[in-house]
């Protein structure tokens, strides 16, 4: 009964905290708002008319959703990797990284499920997917194994931050026996998420562009620095603004490892561009259509190009010690990989995957206007959650937020 | 302890908005999806159900298209026949591009007329290029066909004995039928095009919005899996005419083609006119090497 009432209170001061604010907060908060239901006005209309508002067909059958849906899961699994080296090297505010990358996790799980939503035809029979009730094929299908992973992974780094965040409110050590093996258990998980995720394309056989061995590891080895990217910008305001107190050395030891997996992500890449280039198949065609246009159709070369050289100037950028210990390269460098990512895991993975289509058909795919509202409308309530709970979390762990304090605030 | 009670009395109350504004929520997306009744909305899986079950939602179906498109709709839940296993056949060397097929095709099969969907896409390949998708042309416009440098190729669902369209389904919706058609439960699809990208000969074809069929020009005689109205926000592909087959008749493809490049039978049956083409005529299937095995095969 206690532990209820406690948690209640925990509850309403959480509540208390996102109501209240700076002028910066609020006009933070409010712009978001707007864009809820600027975005969400767009949504309606494609639950009304159907995805025919949509510039998908057929010929590309998936867009912009996926494509979001895709580099999403990558930020989430990505905010959750950098655990590893935060044990391996023993970082001071070691809970407190576990923690913002926990509720970076949670926010990115639930865009990335906003957006499969956004893409079906029939959200209303989403309770198929439901074992039992509905009908889940399985092992059978990826996309079965995927909701599993990603609603395990959701709930596991809820309740974790959850609990933790809790305990630091009623000033108890928190369980280490049971919660260090869950979050120890997330490491793994985070990668399932993105594994799983990669194989839903990969597996498909009827789509070269994708059927590549090297898609899983790249696209892991690319998640390890779009995560962390966030992460590294919201540790430095987090540095300025609060008591959180993560060393130098810390950002610095972020950015150099960013660099190498940056290597790797560059190093599989061109494994694959030589593959493809030297036994020039018919495969060939939907790199061609990338990276220099097929039938002058050129739609997507600009941003192909600026996703390579932006993920090579900021792999530069974080490999010299010299621009990585400077605050504005860094922070350009993080910008860099987080737009060179972006596009690597959208635009640059869906559309060359369906164009030319199965039979050999170009058809040109942009996002419509209908679909780029629906995903502000995800985005800003995925950043309004992350405001929420990173404010809730500012509050207990560095502003000294706790159950004791509002015991003796009510005595007095 | 009556403190106790009020907030337990307020808890419930809170259960029940939340429950009512749950509720709600699935009431608001449903009506969104157009016409949908709570039987519709909470059907099964059709191969999962027992026949009682499967007729009863067959009479549903057949009230409600009657009502909606005011003609005397029958819609036939017929199982496979034994010992069949259908087999198609396309000779090349005939084929001139009149895109007769396309159009039976969708006259029969009630496909949407706006925006329009194809469940046959002709294709016309130079003849100096061979069989070469990527130098082919499905928008082909001309006067008069077939032209002196192009043949044509013709593509819809090959019923691949190994379709991978329908093992990366995540909820069963589609399924391969004991006479090798690959089907779709309308009702059950939830519309995430997995299969759309798994297929790699563009044969599905997904309703981007509420289909459109004329009521005169609509076909009242349907089987559940095959030509019946869809719905907005599911996939849908060629049958061989599931609703004709199943009753001896040829699909309408094979009926109207005028120049007989279209061939259709019983792979069982040793006499067959599919088996006789099988044994004496050069055949080849698309992208034999994804190991799909079609059963759609094309001979000159």
């Known amino acids: 009964m206690r532990w209820k ?43 009304k008319n159907g995805l025919i508002v949509t510039n998908m067909s057929d010929s590309i059958s998936w867009g912009f959703y996926i494509g979001n849906f895709t580099f999403l899961v990558g930020v989430a699994a990505a905010a959750i990797l950098l655990v590893i080296p935060a044990y391996i090297y023993h970082w001071k505010p070691i809970k407190e990284i576990t923690i913002f990358g926990e509720l970076l996790a949670v926010s990115a799980v639930i865009m990335a499920l906003g957006f499969v939503i956004a893409d079906m035809g029939g959200p209303d029979r989403l309770w198929h997917m439901i074992p039992v009730v509905g009908l889940l094929n399985f092992p059978d299908s990826l996309l079965a194994w995927d909701s599993i992973v990603l609603s395990l992974y959701f709930l596991l780094n809820f309740v974790v931050v959850t609990y933790l965040l809790y305990m630091h409110f009623i000033k108890k050590e928190y369980n280490k026996k049971i919660f260090d093996k869950l979050i120890l258990f997330s490491i793994p998980m985070a990668i399932s998420i993105h594994t799983v995720t990669a194989f839903l394309f990969n597996g498909i056989a009827a789509r070269s562009y994708w059927n590549s061995a090297l898609l899983a590891p790249k696209f892991i080895a690319s998640a390890f620095c779009s995560g962390p990217a966030v992460l590294l910008i919201l540790f430095q305001i987090l540095k300025k603004t609060t008591k959180f107190d993560i060393k130098k050395e810390a950002i610095w030891k972020i950015a150099e490892l960013m660099a190498y997996s940056m290597f790797l992500y560059l190093f599989l890449f061109f494994s694959e561009i030589f593959k493809e280039v030297y036994s020039g198949t018919h495969h060939l065609v939907h790199l061609k259509y990338l990276f220099l246009g097929v039938k002058g159709h050129t739609d997507l070369v600009i941003y192909a190009w600026a996703s390579i050289i932006f993920s090579i100037v900021a792999f530069l950028l974080f490999l010299i010690p010299k621009t990585r210990m400077n605050v504005v390269t860094l922070n350009i460098g993080a910008v860099l990989i987080y737009i060179g990512v972006y596009i690597e895991k959208g635009i640059a993975l869906i559309i060359p995957g369906f164009s030319p289509d199965s039979l050999g058909q170009l058809h040109i795919y942009k996002p419509s206007m209908i679909e780029i509202r629906t995903s502000v409308m995800i985005f800003s309530l995925g950043f309004l959650l992350f405001t929420f709970m990173s404010k809730i979390a500012v509050e207990i762990i560095f502003e000294d937020l706790n159950i004791n304090k509002l015991r003796s605030k009510s005595h007095s | 302890m009556s403190n106790n009670k009020i907030k337990e009395k307020k808890e419930s109350r809170r259960t029940f908005l939340k429950k009512t504004a749950l509720a709600s929520t699935f009431a608001t997306l449903a009506a969104c999806g157009s016409d949908t009744s709570w039987d519709e909305f909470f059907q099964k899986n059709f191969k999962t159900l027992e026949n009682d079950d499967k007729n009863k939602i067959i009479e549903r179906l057949e009230k409600k298209y009657t009502e909606k498109y005011g003609k005397k709709f029958t819609v036939s839940g017929k199982d496979p026949i034994d010992d069949t296993l259908f087999g198609y056949g396309l000779d090349i060397s005939r084929c001139i591009g009149c895109r007769k097929c396309v159009y039976a095709c969708v006259e029969e099969n009630n496909q949407s007329r706006d925006p329009q969907i194809h469940w046959i896409t002709v294709l016309e390949m130079a003849k100096d290029k061979g069989v070469d998708l990527f130098h082919s042309n499905s928008d082909y416009d001309r006067e008069l066909v077939p032209d002196d440098d192009h043949f044509y190729f013709p593509v819809a669902c090959q019923q691949c004995e190994n379709p991978p369209c329908t093992k990366v389904c995540p909820v069963e919706a589609t399924w391969k039928e004991k006479d090798g058609i690959v089907v779709v439960d309308y009702n059950w699809c939830i519309g995430c095009r997995l299969c759309m990208a798994a297929c790699p000969y563009g044969a599905r074809h997904f309703n981007w919005s509420e289909p459109d069929i004329p009521k005169d020009e609509v076909n009242p005689e349907t089987h559940y899996y095959g030509n019946r109205p869809r719905y907005k926000g599911v996939v849908e592909k060629c049958t061989f005419c599931v609703q004709r087959v199943r009753e001896g008749l040829y699909p309408s493809c094979v009926e109207i083609c005028p120049v007989g490049a279209r061939k259709f039978g019983n792979l069982l049956d040793p006499d067959s006119e599919i088996r006789y083409i099988l044994k004496h005529k050069r055949v080849l299937v698309l992208k034999e090497e994804l190991n799909t095995q079609p059963k759609f095969y094309y001979f000159y």
């Open chain 1, 5 to 47: 009432v406690t948690f209640i209170n925990f509850i309403k001061e959480s509540i208390r905290v996102i109501l209240k604010g700076n002028k910066w907060y609020y006009t933070w908060i409010s712009s978001l708002l707007v864009l809820i239901v600027w975005g969400g006005l767009g949504y309606f209309e494609q639950l």
